[in-house]
């Protein structure tokens, strides 16, 4: 709030300096025109060296606002932007689900932006341009009241002139905003999906799709040039238009020796001080929107409650036994009308190896993300060590849990710090020691820089089977008692599959896992498999029990795999999935 006021004084001082300039330069032509030679040049030079005070002041008074107005105004917008970025790391699932990550990021930056613009200027703007107004007319009244009444007509036309062309000028620029996100949409999805373009060899389309965002930008942009140029010739006009008019009547004034020559010379020197506050404050209306939008659509976030938050009593879990229950559980996303999951009932024992397979979309990464309370069950209760998941604080529980994706997300920076994302407090050693148990270790070797060598975007310079293999290591490094594995459907080749296989069987070694299987040789592995289909867990039981059953499973297992049936490890079950 000091440095607010601080801001607040030295623009006031400012702008009363810029309105008592006029009034020195008023002495001096006075002094030129009305006083003895010798007298009037001493009087210039102290009224001289007194306007270079006032102008090392109001450089002082500028530098002040625009150097420590900007770095307070940075400041408000660093803690909003550090208090938004908290707020996106607390809220949960669901949330993202619904949002696309260009508006949640332009809420960050440029809305941020029009907020701390509006918190800085705005207050500033306002006062300096009323000080302005206000005072030049006061004191040209005092000077010549005929003449400044002149001036003063122009005043209103000019001002409705104004406010008619910001108001078309805001729909340009809301139109040219519109069509600035749509072209960056466009690049991003593209440049995201370059590879599919490329398979398609679609580039020709895409440049086309491009094409027509690009022209409606062009166009946007014209109107938006248009009305610009109305607007800034208008203003020039009418400011034009008031010197002139200020000259040609105090030029009559003169000749009726109602108005002294020096006095038509302020006169001048004030119109400056008219037109631009007005055009100050018509901006101003402008700022004022832009920013309190942006303020209304930072509370909005800010004011979103995670819909999945520790429990007041909820208690710290230390390292778990691995026991994992199921009563009841029913589940449904947000704004869907089905229950992906009902009535699951399910026991998992500490150290058991559990294979869920179905057809796609069945509820199988469904089962499994409730587990670490990433959406909250919509009825029933999965138990951990035989208490609710939600009496365990949120951080302790997913402690407990690793997890490794399909689709593996690697950060940009080298081998290394993204194996430790595992445990941010882990020695190099104990990141190799990982690396190793994840047989990740000889690739990572053989990449130009080793463990030092940058992975780059996303990942794209590792294969899928890679890229796995780091995700194994970082859980290696977690050190869980209870594991998911979603395994990759398709994109690995059988060599690849086999080395991600051997990794996940040593990390599943005394730790639960569940595992999305969609291979046979995953299923094989498990001490259990959980055939999941619309109507819940169809079936359960080892490979052979199922087989023996001669139920979903043993249909489908041999459906697809007639020849192979003992034979390999190696086929796929992708089909069934
Ligand atoms: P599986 O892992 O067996 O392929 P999922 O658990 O991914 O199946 O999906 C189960 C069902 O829930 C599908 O019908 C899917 O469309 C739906 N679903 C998955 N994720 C979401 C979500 N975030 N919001 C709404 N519906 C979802």
């Known amino acids: ?79 909003m932007r550090a208090e938004l970025f908290a707020h996106y790391q607390k809220l949960s699932f669901s949330f993202f689900d619904d949002q696309k990550v260009g508006h949640l990021m332009s809420r960050v930056t440029t809305d941020l932006f029009d907020i701390s613009e509006l918190f800085h200027h705005g207050p500033e703007d306002l006062v300096i341009s009323v000080i302005k107004l206000v005072g030049s007319f006061t004191i040209l009244f005092f000077i010549n009241w005929r003449l400044a009444l002149v001036a003063f007509i122009l005043v209103p036309p000019m001002t409705l002139y104004a406010i008619k062309l910001n108001k078309r000028m805001k729909i340009v620029y809301k139109r040219n905003r519109k069509k600035i996100a749509e072209i960056n949409g466009q690049i991003e999805e593209n440049l995201s999906g370059i590879r599919v373009v490329k398979s398609f060899a679609n580039e020709e389309v895409e440049k086309k799709k491009f094409k027509v965002g690009n022209d409606g930008f062009l166009e946007s942009k014209r109107q938006n040039y248009l009305v610009m140029a109305q607007y800034q010739s208008g203003i020039n006009g009418f400011t034009t238009l008031l010197n002139v008019l200020v000259v040609i009547v105090g030029a009559f004034l003169i000749t009726e020796n109602k108005l002294p020559v020096t006095d038509l010379v302020t006169f001048l020197l004030y119109v400056g001080n008219v037109t631009e506050p007005i055009r100050k404050l018509v901006a101003f209306t402008e700022q004022y929107q832009n920013g309190m939008s942006g303020f209304e659509r930072f509370y909005e976030i800010i004011n979103i409650h995670p819909d999945i938050e520790d429990s007041p009593n909820a208690v710290e879990a ?80 997913r402690r407990n849990i690793g997890i490794v994706q399909q689709d593996v997300y690697l950060f ?74 979603d395994e990759a459907t398709s994109s690995l080749d059988n060599k690849s599959e086999k080395v991600v296989q051997k990794s996940l069987e040593a990390l599943a070694q005394n730790r639960t896992t569940l595992v999305i299987a969609h291979r046979l040789s995953t299923i094989r592995s498990a001490s259990r498999i959980l055939v999941l289909s619309e109507d819940g867990i169809d079936e359960e039981g080892t490979h052979e029990e199922l087989m023996e059953k001669n139920g979903v499973y043993a249909m489908l297992y041999r459906l697809q795999f007639p020849e192979f049936l003992e034979e390999t490890d190696d086929i796929e079950y992708a089909h069934a999935n």
């Open 318 to 397: 230390h390292r778990f036994e691995g026991k994992i229950s199921f009563r009841d559980v029913s589940f449904r996303y947000e704004n869907t009308l089905q229950d992906v999951l009902a009535h699951v009932d399910l026991e998992i024992e500490p150290g058991e190896y559990v294979a869920l397979i179905g057809p796609s979309g069945v509820g199988k990464t469904t089962l499994c993300s409730l587990i670490p309370r990433f959406y909250e069950v919509s009825s029933g209760a999965i138990l951990v060590d035989g208490r609710d998941v939600r009496d365990y604080t949120q951080k302790s529980l």
């Open 412 to 485: 940009s920076g080298d081998v290394m710090e993204n194996i430790r994302y595992g445990r941010p407090d882990a020695t190099d050693e104990e990141i190799i020691l990982a690396a190793k148990q994840a047989n990740a270790h000889d690739f990572i070797m053989s990449l130009p820089e080793g463990y030092h060598t940058d992975i780059g975007q996303r990942g794209v310079k590792l294969s899928g089977g890679q890229k796995q293999r780091i995700s194994i290591a970082r859980v290696f490094l977690k050190n869980p008692p209870i594991l998911i594995f």
């Open 1 to 79: 709030m000091g440095a607010f006021l601080w801001d607040m004084f030295f623009s006031i001082l400012g702008a009363a300096i810029m309105l008592v300039i006029p009034l020195i330069v008023r002495h001096i032509t006075h002094n030129v025109v009305y006083l003895e030679a010798g007298e009037a040049r001493r009087e210039i030079i102290r009224l001289g060296i007194l306007s270079l005070i006032l102008i090392v002041i109001e450089y002082g008074c500028n530098f002040w606002t625009t150097y420590y107005g900007h770095r307070m105004s940075s400041r408000m917008e660093y803690d």
